[in-house]
Each structure stands twice: as C-alpha cells, then as structure tokens.
C-alpha cells in the first residue's frame, strides 16, 4: 500500500512564502514524477509544478519565478517552494507521485492541502 501524505499548507498574507512537503511510503516503489496540483473552488485541477526523477522541473505559467519545485530521492519527499503568494494562489494543493509498483506506473494522490493568501 502506497501512501502520499502532503504537509505544510496555511494561512499567509499576499507577498509571503510557504514550502510545502510531500512524501511517498509504503510498498517498494521507484518514483518517475512527481507533481504538484491546485483546485480552487468552483475550477478544475490544474498542473502548478512537476518535477522528474532527473530532477528536471515544468512549471504553470502563473506560477514561473515564483515557486519552485525540488525533490530529496532519498527520502522519497517532493517540496514546493511558494514565494511572493498572490491571493489567486488560494487553492488546495494536491500532491501526485507517478511511481513504479511492481514493474507497473501508477499515480497516488494525497489528500490535499489547504493555502490561503489573504490580508
């Protein structure tokens, strides 16, 4: 069983930072891709930040000098660096692993993680 558990959303003022945190566990697995994705209520999911296990990184263009994604293979853990936060970044962020599972790919979700930019 595959789990992927994402930490680090919050409450921040327009122009701060967050770093969020995501890591992948459980069965014996080799991650592919890992990615970051955000729903604001009332849109659909959309691509923020996805990194390969090269740790070659593809961003969103609202997001593109502002965030940056990172990966720590070791750990299995994928981090998004959130700066100079825009209310419009409000939105659950949602972790997604692509990993390798008994020679098959297959992509886990985590449950999401709530960032709010507000004054």
């Known amino acids: 069983q595959v789990q992927v558990v994402e930490s680090g959303g919050g409450l921040v003022q327009p122009g701060g930072s967050l770093r969020l945190s995501c890591a992948a566990s459980?069965?014996?697995?080799?991650?592919?891709?890992m990615g970051w994705y955000r729903q604001a209520p009332g849109k659909q999911r959309e691509l923020v930040a996805r990194?390969?296990?090269?740790?070659?990184?593809n961003y969103a263009g609202s997001v593109k000098g502002r965030f940056t994604i990172s990966r720590d293979n070791a750990r299995n853990t994928t981090f998004l660096q959130m700066n100079s936060l825009k209310p419009e970044d409000t939105a659950v962020y949602y972790c997604?692993?692509?990993?390798?599972?008994?020679?098959?790919?297959?992509?886990?979700w985590g449950q999401g993680t709530q960032v709010t930019v507000s004054s």
């Open positions: 997604r692993a692509d990993l390798f599972v008994l020679g098959a790919l297959r992509s886990y």
């Open positions: 459980g069965s014996t697995f080799s991650i592919n891709t």
């Open positions: 990194i390969t296990s090269g740790g070659s990184g």
